[in-house]
């Protein structure tokens, strides 16, 4: 079975690093995929570069926001603007990223097509250091069958993946903060946890190395806003939970 998938690559201010992101997707041996590469008004030459990449690759198609939305914001906007069916996986691959191997799209398509699999999370590699990063760890059973994912440490990372008709299942204002906009640090989360909390065993780990995470970026929220990240992070933690549901509608 051949799966398709759909890549959402989103960017600001990735001048850096956005044309080897776009050239690990461009070297998949899996052929079924489309390429949302999305700039969050970016204010550097990452959208020029982007373009210079991309060439006539049809595969590929650039889009760029009027205002900046933030990673959580951007991603999803362009997921649920672009994805057909509720069959479409996406795929989250950030523009100062890198898949790990050509082999990416085609380890995740097994893992979709052999098991009843609604969403993945899996194992990385920091850039700086190359050694597999510390949330890379698969959720214990008793989490997932009683549904404490927001109780329990965070470790669904990259890669991440999931079908676009569980996405649909999620409620826009629950990826939205106090202030009215896009939850701007810990974005993951808040979008993360209701697709587990849905999914329940039908989420999969993935052991194989799928992903490079850049640590180098000066950039990453990790640094830039971690005092934000915590707060959301409670935020989104004491936000009232998801339950499993039977079928993608």
Same mark, same amino acid.
């Given at each position: 079975?051949?799966?398709?998938?759909?890549?959402?690559?989103?960017?600001?201010?990735?001048?850096?690093?956005?044309?080897?992101?776009?050239?690990?997707?461009?070297?998949?041996?899996?052929?079924?995929?489309?390429?949302?590469?999305?700039?969050?008004?970016?204010?550097?030459?990452?959208?020029?570069?982007?373009?210079?990449?991309?060439?006539?690759?049809?595969?590929?198609?650039?889009?760029?926001?009027?205002?900046?939305?933030?990673?959580?914001?951007?991603?999803?906007?362009?997921?649920?603007?672009?994805?057909?069916?509720?069959?479409?996986?996406?795929?989250?691959?950030?523009?100062?990223?890198?898949?790990?191997?050509?082999?990416?799209?085609?380890?995740?398509?097994?893992?979709?097509?052999?098991?009843?699999?609604?969403?993945?999370?899996?194992?990385?590699?920091?850039?700086?250091?190359?050694?597999?990063?510390?949330?890379?760890?698969?959720?214990?059973?008793?989490?997932?069958?009683?549904?404490?994912?927001?109780?329990?440490?965070?470790?669904?990372?990259?890669?991440?993946?999931?079908?676009?008709?569980?996405?649909?299942?999620?409620?826009?204002?629950?990826?939205?903060?106090?202030?009215?906009?896009?939850?701007?640090?810990?974005?993951?989360?808040?979008?993360?946890?209701?697709?587990? !909390?849905?999914?329940?065993? +039908?989420?999969?780990? %993935? *052991?194989?190395? =799928? &992903? $490079?995470? /850049?640590?180098?970026?000066?950039?990453? !929220?990790?640094?830039?806003? +971690?005092?934000?990240? %915590? *707060?959301?992070? =409670? &935020? $989104?933690? /004491?936000?009232?939970?998801?339950?499993?549901?039977?079928?993608?509608?």
């Amino acid at each position: 079975m051949k799966n398709k998938f759909l890549i959402v690559m989103p960017f600001y201010n990735a001048q850096k690093w956005v044309s080897k992101s776009i050239k690990s997707v461009k070297l998949q041996n899996y052929d079924n995929f489309h390429c949302i590469v999305a700039d969050d008004c970016s204010t550097d030459q990452s959208y020029e570069i982007c373009k210079e990449s991309i060439g006539d690759d049809n595969r590929f198609t650039l889009i760029r926001s009027e205002t900046n939305l933030g990673p959580l914001g951007n991603a999803y906007e362009a997921a649920t603007n672009y994805a057909d069916s509720k069959d479409d996986i996406i795929v989250i691959l950030d523009g100062d990223d890198f898949f790990y191997s050509p082999n990416t799209l085609q380890i995740l398509n097994d893992a979709y097509s052999i098991n009843n699999c609604w969403m993945t999370y899996g194992s990385y590699i920091n850039l700086s250091n190359k050694n597999i990063g510390k949330f890379s760890r698969q959720l214990p059973q008793e989490v997932i069958k009683q549904n404490l994912f927001r109780n329990y440490e965070w470790c669904t990372s990259h890669l991440r993946s999931y079908k676009f008709g569980l996405l649909q299942n999620v409620k826009r204002q629950d990826l939205i903060d106090e202030e009215g906009v896009y939850i701007r640090a810990a974005g993951d989360l808040a979008l993360m946890f209701p697709l587990l !909390e849905m999914s329940s065993e +039908r989420s999969q780990f %993935i *052991k194989d190395i =799928l &992903y $490079i995470w /850049n640590d180098l970026n000066e950039m990453n !929220e990790h640094k830039t806003k +971690r005092e934000l990240q %915590i *707060k959301n992070e =409670l &935020y $989104i933690r /004491n936000m009232t939970k998801y339950n499993r549901i039977e079928d993608i509608l």
